[in-house]
């Protein structure tokens, strides 16, 4: 099955980037948008991406593909890496940008793709070692009150956990004691 999510992965990137065009558009804040570059005039990217053609001002952005033109280039730290599916069947590379959310964040000729770590094995100077997810479980103590669940989050002060049949509960950080690997 992760194969499968693989080569879907893989046959959505390379099916989006028969154009020898496809570019994807950075921000600085790390959001982008991909598509095919139509144009590139008066500083303005012009793209026909999957919500249609749009035009974005070249400050505004970095550019991710072969087809960018040279001054709008993301500049990215020479970390080649190759990510191949566990079975061997697809493999992609690039340089890579970023980890996160324990996936890989490639700049390709194609533009920016990502690959979920547990999918796919990595070889390269730039590879970085998925760490397993921690286990969310906590207990909660206060006095003879004990709840059990997972730790969703931290908001204003209380500790927002999922308990079975019950479903996500808020609880005063400051009463409570929180025991497991999830607690702050």
């Known amino acids: 099955m992760r194969t499968l999510v693989f080569a879907s992965i893989m046959l959505a990137t390379t099916g989006a980037a ?12 790390g959001s982008g948008v991909s598509g095919e570059l139509i144009a590139f005039e008066n500083d303005v990217f012009r793209i026909q991406a999957s919500v249609g053609l749009i035009a974005i001002p070249a400050q505004d952005v970095s550019c991710i593909g072969s ?22 069947a697809f493999s992609v590379s690039g340089n890579l940008i970023d980890f996160v959310d324990n996936e890989y964040v490639l700049a390709t000729d194609i533009g920016e793709v990502r690959i979920d770590a547990t999918l796919a094995t990595c070889d390269g100077d730039g590879c970085v070692v998925p760490q397993p ?5 906590v207990t909660l103590t206060n006095g003879a009150t004990t709840i059990e669940g997972k730790l969703v989050r931290m908001e204003n002060g209380a500790y927002i956990v999922n308990v079975d049949q019950l479903g996500e509960i808020r609880v005063d950080a400051s009463i409570f004691d929180c025991d497991g690997d999830a607690c702050p």
């Open 18 to 29: 028969q154009g020898i065009n496809q570019v994807t558009l950075k921000y600085d804040d």
């Open 67 to 88: 087809a960018c033109p040279e001054e709008t280039v993301l500049e990215v730290p020479s970390a080649p890496v190759r990510l191949t599916a566990l079975d061997g």
């Open 133 to 137: 997810p921690l286990s969310r479980d």
